[in-house]
């Protein structure tokens, strides 16, 4: 059994802790959320609603003694950018690997993680986007643009009613990765269609649609004179990044030193190339 350390037990730390104690091959033998929360101190199985399960949630100043005391082999992060930046250190002293799972980080903060994975002696995995189907429709999506330099691009992003960021950030995050593969300037990107006149030939424009539960569906629509191509992503539930993460877990533990992102790690881009973006601001 793989020993999982977990630091954030929020909308999705609660997600992932629940997939990782049903889980036959990984423990989670660490649980960490904000120092002095109320959450601290509780079992949590208990705090799940999945009945007790003798592992008490600790406040984020007990991470140490907790990487000591409970010993995990790979850390798991789904806090903030000022959390995780401000407990990478201590993961990194004790050798860790961590899996950052956390969005929102600017290109500062990415970079200095970089210049962090050279020094540790333990590798750092940065997973802004676990959604297997996402990661492998970044790679079509590029492909297709590499194929298709001139035809219209719409991006239309859908997502539930209590969705508060619009548009989302892997749906913003497209339209950067296109923008950069085809050499337009990120003012090429417009939210909408709001002018008068025809569409520029370079806008790629991002469509966000709110309503019900939808849980998320991203569509990339290709449009020439007489053709439309899509590609279409749609996740069904919130765990739709667990299966990507027991992906990253299984390489965390084996890999070498260094920085690695998701598309690395899945092998949709060969080793040491990665995609300009992965070193543009991430948007949650
Ligand atoms: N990579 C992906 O595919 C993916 C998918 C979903 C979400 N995310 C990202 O994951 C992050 C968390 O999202 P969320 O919706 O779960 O947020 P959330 O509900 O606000 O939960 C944040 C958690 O972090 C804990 N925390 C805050 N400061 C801490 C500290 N210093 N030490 C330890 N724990 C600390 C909080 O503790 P308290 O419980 O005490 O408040 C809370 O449990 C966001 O950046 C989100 O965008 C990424």
């Not at 407990?87 to 970079?111: C, M, W, Y």
């Not at 950067?176 to 990120?186: N, T």
């Not at 709001?194 to 309503?211: K, L």
Request: aromatic share 4%; with cysteine.
């Amino acid at each position: 059994m793989t020993r999982v350390g977990l630091i954030g037990l929020g909308r999705t730390g609660s997600i992932v802790a629940r997939e990782l104690l049903n889980h036959p091959d990984f423990q989670l033998v660490m649980s960490l959320v904000s120092p002095g929360s109320a959450r601290a101190g509780l079992d949590i199985g208990e705090y799940l609603g999945i009945g007790s399960r003798g592992l008490s949630i600790k406040g984020g100043n007990h991470l140490e003694s907790e990487l000591t005391a409970a010993n995990p082999q790979v850390i798991v992060d789904f806090t903030s950018p000022e959390a995780c930046l401000r407990n990478i250190h201590l993961v990194a002293r004790h050798e860790k690997p961590i899996i950052i799972g956390t969005t929102g980080f600017d290109s500062q903060q990415i970079q200095f993680l970089r210049m962090m994975a050279l020094q540790n002696r333990a590798p750092i995995l940065f997973a802004p986007n676990m959604t297997l189907g996402i990661n492998v429709l970044m790679n079509l999506v590029i492909k297709t643009a590499e194929v298709l330099p001139n035809w219209d691009i719409e991006i239309i992003e859908t997502h539930h009613r209590h969705k508060k960021d619009a548009p989302s950030g892997t749906a913003v995050k497209i339209g950067k990765l296109l923008a950069d593969h085809l050499d337009r300037p990120e003012e090429s990107i417009s939210f909408g269609h709001e002018r008068v006149g025809q569409r520029g030939p370079n806008t790629i424009a991002i469509h966000a649609v709110r309503g019900g539960g939808v849980v998320g569906v991203h569509q990339v629509v290709f449009l020439s004179e007489n053709e439309k191509l899509e590609i279409r992503h749609e996740s069904f539930s919130r765990s739709a990044f667990v299966e990507c993460l027991e992906h990253l877990i299984r390489f965390a533990v084996l890999a070498l030193p260094g920085f690695y992102t998701v598309e690395e790690v899945l092998g949709l881009v060969p080793p040491g190339k990665r995609r300009s973006s992965s070193t543009q601001a991430d948007i949650a």
